[in-house]
C-alpha cells in the first residue's frame, strides 16, 4: 500500500503497525463480536483496555505513584481554560510566554485570574526560547506554566527549567509528549493532546499530583472539567473518547516494543539532526530556530521569500510528501518528525531539497 511521507503538525502520523493492528480488529475486537468504538465505557472490556493504556504510560514514562493519569476530552486548547479553573487558589499565576500556544494559554488564563509574565520570547519572534534562569517568580503566583514544545515555531525546552518557587510547574507537552524520557517528577501537572505524537484527536492526557487535586476550584468550573470529579471517577464521570484512548494505547505498546523512550530520543534526535546539518550548510534553506532552542519534533525553516517558499511547497505535494508547509500564522515551512515518521522520509526531504537547491 501506497504511504505519504507524512510530516503533518497533528493531527499527525501514526505507526502503520498501530493502524494494522487497530484495522484487524475494527470490526470484532478480541473475538467479542463488536468494535472498540460500539463498547460501553461501563463494561469490563473497555475498563481493562483503559487500565492497560495508563499502565503502560506509567512505566513508560515512569510516572510516579502519586501522580493520576486522566485520560479527558476538549483538547490541549480546553486544558488552557482547566488549568487556571483548577489550580488558580490565589487568583494569580505566572506564564512564561515562549510562542503561540503558551501565548493562548496565558490569554485564556486572564478570564479567571490575573497573568503574570515571567519571561517572553515575543521580540525575538518566538525564534528562541525565554531562558528561564534566575526569574524572579512572585510569591503569589499558585502555578508558574510553561509550553515545553511550541509546536509552530519549532522550538523546544528539552530540559524542563527549575523556578526558584514553590509553586508548582504546569507544562504544556501535547507536541513532545513521549518523544524522549520525560521529567514527570518535576511537574505539578503536565499535560498533552494526543494527536501530535501519540494517537487520534478527542484525547487529552491529564498527569496530575495528587495534592494538586482541589475541590475548591474556581466556582464556575464545569463538573466534566474538575479534576477532582474526573479523578474520583478513573476519567469515567461521563463516556470518555474510548476509541482515541484504546489507539493511545496500542501507540504506547509500539513504543515499549521500540525502545521505549530512549529509543524514541535516538529516532527522533537522528532525525532532526538529519534536518538542521542540511539547513545549518544549505545557501537557500535556512532554519527558523537558533541553536539551543532547536526542537526534535517540529523543524521550521524558509527559502527567504514567499513565493520561493510556496514553490517548494509544491514540489513536496507533487512528490508524495504531506505537512511541509508552515502554520498560516508565521509561513515558511515546517517538518513534524514525530515518533511514527521514520528515518527514511526526513532522508527523502533532504534529498528533495538538495535537488530545489541545486536546480536554482
Ligand atoms: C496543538 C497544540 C495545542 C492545542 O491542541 P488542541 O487539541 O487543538 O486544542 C496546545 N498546545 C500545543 C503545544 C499544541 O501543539
Not at 523543524?299 to 521569500?305: D, P, Q
Request: aromatic share 10%; with cysteine.
Amino acid at each position: 500500500m501506497n504511504r505519504v511521507y507524512n510530516f503533518n503538525a497533528g493531527p499527525a502520523a501514526l505507526p502503520e503497525e498501530v493502524l494494522q493492528k487497530a484495522a484487524n480488529s475494527l470490526v470484532n475486537y478480541n473475538g467479542l463480536g463488536l468494535s472498540v468504538m460500539e463498547m460501553s465505557h461501563r463494561s469490563h472490556d473497555f475498563e481493562t483496555i483503559l487500565e492497560d493504556a495508563q499502565n503502560r504510560l506509567r512505566d513508560l514514562a515512569q510516572i510516579p505513584e502519586n501522580y493520576r493519569i486522566l485520560f479527558l476530552q476538549g483538547g490541549g486548547c480546553q486544558q488552557f481554560a482547566a488549568v487556571p479553573m483548577n489550580l488558580m487558589s490565589t487568583g494569580k499565576a505566572a506564564y512564561v510566554i515562549s510562542g503561540t500556544w503558551s501565548k493562548k494559554a496565558a490569554q485564556e488564563a486572564k478570564m479567571y485570574g490575573e497573568v503574570y509574565t515571567l519571561a517572553s520570547g515575543e521580540d525575538q519572534n518566538f525564534s528562541c526560547l525565554p531562558s528561564c534562569e534566575g526569574l524572579a517568580v512572585p510569591e503569589d503566583a499558585s502555578y508558574i506554566y510553561l509550553c515545553q514544545n511550541e509546536t509552530i515555531h519549532g522550538i523546544e525546552y528539552r530540559t524542563l527549567p527549575v523556578f526558584d518557587s514553590a509553586a508548582p510547574l504546569v507544562v504544556d507537552a501535547s507536541s513532545c509528549f513521549l518523544s524522549e524520557p520525560m521529567e514527570v517528577a518535576k511537574c505539578g501537572l503536565m499535560y498533552a493532546g494526543a494527536q501530535k505524537n501519540v494517537g487520534p484527536a478527542g484525547v487529552v492526557i491529564v498527569i496530575i499530583r495528587e495534592d494538586l487535586i482541589r475541590e475548591d476550584v474556581w466556582p464556575g468550573t464545569p463538573t466534566v472539567m474538575r479534576y477532582s470529579i474526573q479523578a474520583k471517577n478513573n476519567s469515567l464521570y461521563n463516556t470518555p473518547p474510548c476509541w482515541s484512548i484504546y489507539m493511545c494505547g496500542l501507540v504506547f505498546e509500539w513504543i515499549q516494543q521500540n525502545g521505549g523512550l530512549k529509543g524514541m530520543q535516538a529516532r527522533n534526535e537522528a532525525k532532526a539532526q538529519m534536518l538542521y546539518d542540511f539547513l545549518d550548510k544549505s545557501s537557500l534553506f535556512k532554519p527558523k530556530a537558533k541553536p539551543g532552542s532547536r526542537s526534535i519534533m517540529n523543524v521550521t525553516f524558509s527559502c527567504g521569500s514567499p513565493e520561493l517558499d510556496a514553490e517548494f511547497v509544491a514540489l513536496t505535494q507533487e512528490r508524495g510528501f504531506v505537512g511541509i508547509k508552515g502554520h498560516r500564522s508565521v509561513g515558511g515551512m515546517r517538518a513534524s518528525t514525530y515518533n511514527a515518521v521514520p528515518l527514511e522520509a526526513v532522508e527523502a526531504l533532504v534529498s528533495l531539497m538538495q535537488e530545489f537547491e541545486n536546480n536554482r
